[in-house]
């Protein structure tokens, strides 16, 4: 039996194998067929605003636990790079601050804010010293709007997650868009990361769980699209319900845009309204247990918390619920796969697909 296999025929398909879900050796080998291969959330520009600035991070907290340094240097360049000395591996900067250059507290070995290797006390009788090894090892930067992405092995282009979607809003001034701490929110899930992702890649479920989104938004006329390493649900809004004045230049032009409800491959979530941008990242902790961060953006304030955007925070409390159901009732013996809705489900068949294609 092939686990990962799913017929390109969305009619005949079979949904993805629960050993997806339940099965801790795939979990695991996730994180690099997975994870470590795609590009994943930073954060936004503010976090270097000044030059030479550094900001620790850990890349997927508690599941790929790479530490990783954002700096920006005294020139204004930006850079990504690991956060480990190449001496003996200590953690080189724990809190975010402000240096000419990235020392180790443990041995003194030192860094330029590039990551180049700079300087290291009592290495004069060291033979083949300073090589490529001995600097930090830089990560690809990419940038959309004010907000920062990285990828570990950098496999892909940016391009190929990112491009599509960016042109579809790229008459959006995402450069004023203004990150609110205090309307961001994290909550913790009991499910399996894949199963929150393919709860969110589909409409079918809005009717029968979302009473308040439905009200707003036009069932009829939801419509997804499928791209290489991403897809894009269209929410229409409802008569008089708030939506995006679109300019003509815009492919939507004409439509009543209530959400845009971008999704990147394997674990992003870019929700644009009329208000601004929740970003939702989905970050596994356990084969079971997940934690889903909302980074909230305002663009027009007087807009925020209406329309297809208003009440996220019930919209994610009856997700929530039904996906941890699904986690308690796919671990049942008489279920192994499900099939898909061809008008409703193209999401997901999607996310299956690639899925499928990664673990292979």
Same mark, same amino acid.
Request: charged share 25%; hydrophobic share 40%; with cysteine.
């Given at each position: 039996?092939?686990?990962?296999?799913?017929?390109?025929?969305?009619?005949?398909?079979?949904?993805?194998?629960?050993?997806?879900?339940?099965?801790?050796?795939?979990?695991?080998? &996730?994180?690099?067929?997975?994870?470590?291969?795609?590009?994943? +959330?930073?954060?936004?520009?503010?976090?270097?605003?000044?030059?030479?600035?550094?900001?620790?991070?850990?890349?997927?907290?508690? *599941?790929?636990?790479?530490?990783?340094?954002?700096?920006?240097?005294?020139?204004?360049?930006?850079?990504?790079?690991?956060?480990?000395?190449?001496?003996?591996?200590?953690?080189?900067?724990?809190?975010?601050? =402000?240096?000419?250059?990235?020392?180790?507290?443990?041995?003194?070995?030192?860094?330029?804010?590039?990551?180049?290797?700079?300087?290291?006390?009592?290495?004069?009788?060291?033979?083949?010293?300073?090589?490529?090894?001995?600097?930090?090892?830089?990560?690809?930067?990419?940038?959309?709007?004010?907000?920062?992405?990285?990828?570990?092995?950098? #496999?892909?282009?940016?391009?190929?997650?990112? =491009?599509?979607?960016?042109?579809?809003?790229?008459?959006?001034?995402?450069?004023?868009?203004?990150? #609110?701490?205090?309307?961001? #929110?994290?909550?913790?899930?009991?499910?399996? +990361?894949?199963?929150?992702?393919?709860?969110?890649?589909?409409?079918?479920?809005?009717?029968?769980?979302?009473?308040?989104?439905? &009200?707003?938004?036009?069932?009829?006329?939801?419509?997804?699209?499928?791209?290489? *390493?991403?897809?894009?649900?269209?929410?229409?809004? #409802?008569?008089?319900?708030?939506?995006?004045?679109?300019?003509?230049? &815009?492919?939507?032009?004409?439509?009543?845009?209530?959400?845009?409800?971008? +999704?990147?491959?394997?674990?992003?979530?870019?929700?644009?309204?009329? +208000?601004?941008? &929740?970003?939702?990242?989905?970050?596994?902790?356990?084969?079971?247990?997940?934690?889903?961060?909302?980074?909230?953006?305002?663009? =027009?304030?007087?807009?925020?918390?209406?329309?297809?955007?208003?009440?996220?925070?019930?919209?994610?409390?009856?997700?929530?619920?039904?996906?941890?159901?699904?986690?308690?009732?796919?671990?049942?013996?008489?279920?192994?796969?499900?099939? *898909?809705?061809?008008?409703?489900?193209?999401?997901?068949?999607?996310?299956?697909?690639?899925?499928?294609?990664?673990?292979?």
């Amino acid at each position: 039996m092939n686990q990962f296999n799913v017929d390109k025929d969305i009619s005949i398909a079979k949904t993805i194998h629960k050993d997806v879900y339940i099965n801790a050796n795939i979990f695991e080998t &996730s994180k690099e067929k997975i994870f470590a291969d795609t590009w994943q +959330w930073i954060g936004h520009e503010e976090l270097v605003g000044a030059p030479s600035t550094l900001y620790p991070f850990t890349l997927l907290e508690n *599941y790929l636990n790479e530490p990783l340094l954002l700096s920006k240097g005294e020139n204004g360049v930006l850079h990504c790079m690991s956060n480990v000395c190449t001496h003996r591996g200590n953690l080189l900067i724990t809190d975010p601050c =402000k240096a000419h250059d990235i020392r180790c507290k443990y041995h003194g070995r030192r860094f330029d804010l590039d990551g180049c290797f700079k300087s290291m006390p009592e290495f004069k009788e060291v033979k083949n010293f300073p090589t490529e090894d001995d600097n930090l090892k830089k990560l690809p930067l990419y940038k959309w709007g004010n907000m920062f992405f990285t990828s570990l092995n950098n #496999k892909f282009s940016p391009d190929t997650f990112f =491009k599509t979607i960016s042109d579809r809003v790229n008459w959006l001034p995402l450069q004023d868009f203004k990150f #609110k701490p205090d309307y961001s #929110k994290e909550y913790k899930v009991k499910a399996n +990361w894949a199963l929150y992702c393919e709860n969110y890649l589909e409409g079918f479920h809005i009717p029968f769980v979302h009473a308040g989104l439905n &009200s707003v938004i036009d069932y009829g006329n939801y419509t997804t699209e499928i791209f290489e *390493y991403s897809n894009l649900q269209l929410g229409i809004a #409802k008569g008089d319900e708030v939506f995006f004045e679109l300019p003509s230049t &815009s492919i939507d032009f004409g439509k009543k845009v209530a959400a845009y409800y971008f +999704w990147v491959f394997p674990n992003m979530m870019f929700n644009f309204y009329p +208000w601004g941008l &929740s970003v939702n990242i989905v970050q596994p902790i356990a084969i079971a247990e997940s934690v889903v961060k909302f980074y909230t953006f305002i663009w =027009k304030e007087e807009l925020f918390n209406t329309g297809a955007g208003g009440n996220l925070a019930i919209v994610e409390l009856e997700d929530e619920e039904i996906v941890e159901n699904v986690q308690k009732g796919i671990r049942s013996r008489f279920y192994k796969h499900g099939r *898909y809705s061809v008008s409703r489900e193209q999401g997901t068949h999607h996310f299956h697909r690639l899925l499928a294609e990664f673990l292979k």
